[in-house]
Nanobody
Framework: QVQLVESGGGLVQPGGSLRLSCASSRSIFSISAMAWYRQAPGKQREFVAAIDSGGRPAYEDSVKGRFVISRDNAENTVYLQMDSLKPEDTGVYYC???????????????????WGQGTQVTVSS
């Protein structure tokens, strides 16, 4: 089991930016893939972005062109750069470790059981 700690959330105005971090308690070099999910009040947790061990990203359609996921294996950390934030991006953002399976020209991400405690992102004027 791996411990994940998210940070970097906060209150930001629409159009603003935030950078989230997910620090892992063990090396992420051998982890197949990692992802960010979010959960808005009263809604189910939803996929936001993933990155596999080769650095290939995958994004949910509504964040494409605005969010960028990256990983630093030396720091055992995954990042989510969020730009042009919208009120509908509001929610608690969670980090997850999972697996990536090649699918077509990309891959399919399957979430695992390891989650962080989450970090709150609020986009409001």
């Amino acid at each position: 089991q791996v411990q994940l700690v998210e940070s970097g959330g906060g209150l930001v105005q629409p159009g603003g930016s935030l950078r989230l971090s997910c620090a892992s308690s063990r090396s992420i070099f051998s982890i197949s893939a990692m992802a960010w999910y979010r959960q808005a009040p009263g809604k189910q947790r939803e996929f936001v972005a993933a990155i596999d061990s080769g650095g290939r990203p995958a994004y949910e359609d509504s964040v494409k062109g605005r969010f960028v996921i990256s990983r630093d294996n030396a720091e055992n950390t995954v990042y989510l750069q969020m730009d042009s934030l919208k009120p509908e991006d509001t929610g608690v953002y969670y980090c997850n470790t999972g697996t990536a399976r090649d699918y077509g020209e990309g891959y399919a991400y399957t979430r695992g059981d390891d989650w962080g405690q989450g970090t709150q992102v609020t986009v409001s004027s």
